[in-house]
């Protein structure tokens, strides 16, 4: 027998309760004796109780009787048997390597899953599911129970926060679909109710913790070569922490700082004058429930220079941009944009052109033709002047637009989200938006060629642009579960993840999707390595005091279940029922009989 609500179990340490009544002594009464022979030590019994002699009467034991049942039937109990099919939903989100007593909740949960395993028979099937990076079954034919057992001590956690699941549709779902006697969802989140077919085993408990949110390691500027490093600390409790977050790079400490970080509240640390290193780590030193995210990883940045690849008919003025330091530009014409080897560009400029489609690299669409993906162009104005722009931003820093005035422009009207930066009194000549990580910037003006203090505004604009493109192709690491762009694999490429596998990349590779793990990602190309930083970034997953609550709505069992669970606590509440009418009837009487009684007695 089980209990579907076993908490409810708790009411029968209240049934004690219930003698209370019988144990009060009631109130004296003034009698008159015709003789006092009674109650000589001779006519009277002693008794130790203080209370008096406890009576009870049958109708104590009804009662008894009654809350019993209702106890037992708001705990549901059901009679099962060995299931033959059942699915092991296993949380190996992020949070599941948080340690408790010793122990991460994942090993915890692999306990519990071993445990659910057992409840089969020998000849019983179990489907084996992961919720990070999405709901997914292990493998498609069902596992023994031996080889399930063996499987789940092979799962690891992710460093990925879990999927927004609605768990309480998608499990039954599953059990429906799948045809499954018993779905056993284990997690360390918590859950209210659950049904014949559903069970959910939450894992841990609330706990504070402090979390390393954020890093990077940068140049100032485009013009500055010297590097910065900037990294973030949350407080995930109510206490005020003192903690020390170090700067490594390459595994060599470079740098400290001791940080007072007050109860829910956030700190940012800036360290300057920063080496170079192939790859950077910081980490707050410190003992909480969760040591991942306690580190952060980044790269230096790819180079020193910012390199552009410009594709337009017109060369001579974006090569003026040659003249700025820091800046290296290859030119190609439209025609020969769909034959180029594009890996390395931090910057791919379209002037008077487009690609098909939108690039992998960041780009830059100077006044593009009518097909391209961003946005299309309106009605051409002269010398327009403009009329509003964004104010804090990269791209129109420092910038006197009273006298910013392009000589031709064309408004542009945003086909996908992003920000107006500049606006004209014809419309925005000024557009940026970020997809998938990749800044995209188009123009209804061209800014080139530069002219340096002789266009100083416009100049000042070019160089805002190209400290925009050159920060976003940085060292900022992107987050656990990004892709990593390959560009072109050669036969041989070899990709190392932060936990030692050895991947080998196939030629027609795209992206390496496989970014389960934080840290560094080291790729062999032919004589070179290159490197990739990738992070947890998903703070609920380091805030560990209210996870979400999954909500199992209880109801009718599945069909598949039938054979499994009977549920006999409907006819305990019905008994329960006939118990308190029972009751109802009896116990008024019974009163009235004994009052009527004792008026007969003389006194």
């Known amino acids: 027998m089980e209990f579907l609500n076993p908490t409810a179990l708790i009411g029968f340490l209240a049934l004690p309760l219930l003698l209370i009544p019988y144990l009060i002594r009631k109130k004296p009464r003034r009698l008159v004796f015709s003789s006092l022979l009674l109650f000589t030590d001779e006519g009277t019994q002693k008794s130790g109780r203080p209370l008096g002699r406890i009576h009870l009467p049958p109708i104590f034991f009804l009662q008894l009787l009654l809350l019993a049942l209702l106890i037992l039937a708001l705990s549901e109990p059901v009679f099962s048997v060995r299931p033959t099919s059942i699915a092991i939903v296993l949380d190996n989100s992020a949070s599941m390597q948080t340690l408790e007593d010793g122990k991460t909740r994942l090993a915890l949960a692999k306990e519990a899953a071993r445990a ?38 092979t799962i690891r956690a992710y460093d990925i926060g879990d999927p927004p699941l609605d768990y309480a549709n998608v499990l039954e779902r599953l059990a429906r679909e799948q045809k499954y006697q018993r779905v056993h969802l284990i997690t360390d989140h918590p859950s209210r109710g659950q049904t014949t077919t559903i069970r959910v085993s939450t894992i841990g408990r609330a706990q504070a913790n402090l979390a390393l949110t954020g890093f990077d390691v940068h140049r100032s500027s485009l013009v500055n070569a010297r590097l910065e490093a900037s990294a973030q600390v949350i407080n995930f409790s109510d206490k005020e922490q003192k903690i020390k977050v170090v700067l490594k790079g390459n595994g060599t400490t470079l740098a400290s700082r001791d940080l007072v970080v007050a109860a829910e509240k956030t700190v940012n640390v800036n360290f300057e004058g920063v080496p170079d290193q192939p790859s950077y780590q910081a980490e707050i030193d410190a003992r909480d429930a969760l040591p991942l995210d306690n580190r952060r990883f980044a790269v230096t940045p790819v180079s020193r220079n910012l390199q552009i690849l410009a594709v337009t008919p017109r060369p001579q003025a974006v090569l003026s941009l040659k003249s700025i330091a820091g800046i290296n530009v290859d030119v190609i014409s439209p025609d020969e944009y769909a034959r180029s080897e594009r890996t390395g560009y931090g910057l791919e400029i379209f002037h008077f052109s487009a690609p098909a ?58 086909q996908t989200a992003g920000d107006v930066l500049i606006e004209s009194p014809n419309g925005v000549i000024a557009f940026a938006t970020e997809q998938q990580g990749v800044r995209y910037l188009a123009l209804g003006f061209d800014p080139l060629p530069y002219l340096g203090r002789d266009n100083l505004p416009m100049s000042i604009f070019t160089l805002n642009f190209l400290d925009w493109f050159f920060d976003s192709g940085g060292s900022r690491g992107q987050a656990t579960g990004e892709p990593i762009r390959l560009g072109s694999v050669q036969t041989g490429d070899i990709l190392t993840t932060p936990v030692g596998d050895k991947v080998s990349l196939k030629p027609q590779l795209g992206n390496f999707s496989a970014t389960f793990y934080q840290g560094i990602y080291q790729r062999q190309r032919g004589g070179r390595s290159e490197t990739y930083a990738r992070n947890l970034q998903d703070a609920g997953e380091s805030d560990l005091r209210n996870p979400t609550t999954i909500e199992i709505q209880s109801g009718a069992p599945t069909p598949s279940s039938g054979s499994v669970l009977f549920s006999f606590w409907p006819y305990l509440l019905l008994a329960s029922l006939l118990l308190l009418l029972l009751e109802w009837f009896i116990n008024p009487r019974t009163a009235s009989l004994r009052f009527r009684r004792g008026v007969r007695q003389p006194v």
Request: glycine residues 6%.
């Open 357 to 414: 489609a939108l690039p992998q690299n960041p780009a830059l669409f100077i006044l593009p033709p009518e097909n391209n993906a961003l946005a299309k162009l309106g009605a051409p104005t002269a010398n327009p002047g403009v009329s509003s722009w964004r104010e804090a931003h990269t791209l129109t820093r420092y910038i006197n637009f009273s006298l910013f005035r392009p000589t031709y422009a064309r408004p542009l009207k945003p």
């Open 116 to 153: 659910a395993i057992g409840e089969l028979g020998a000849g019983g099937k179990i489907d084996i599911y992961l919720t990070t990076p999405r709901l997914e079954k292990l493998r498609a034919a069902p596992f023994t129970p031996a080889e399930a057992k063996s499987t789940v001590n």
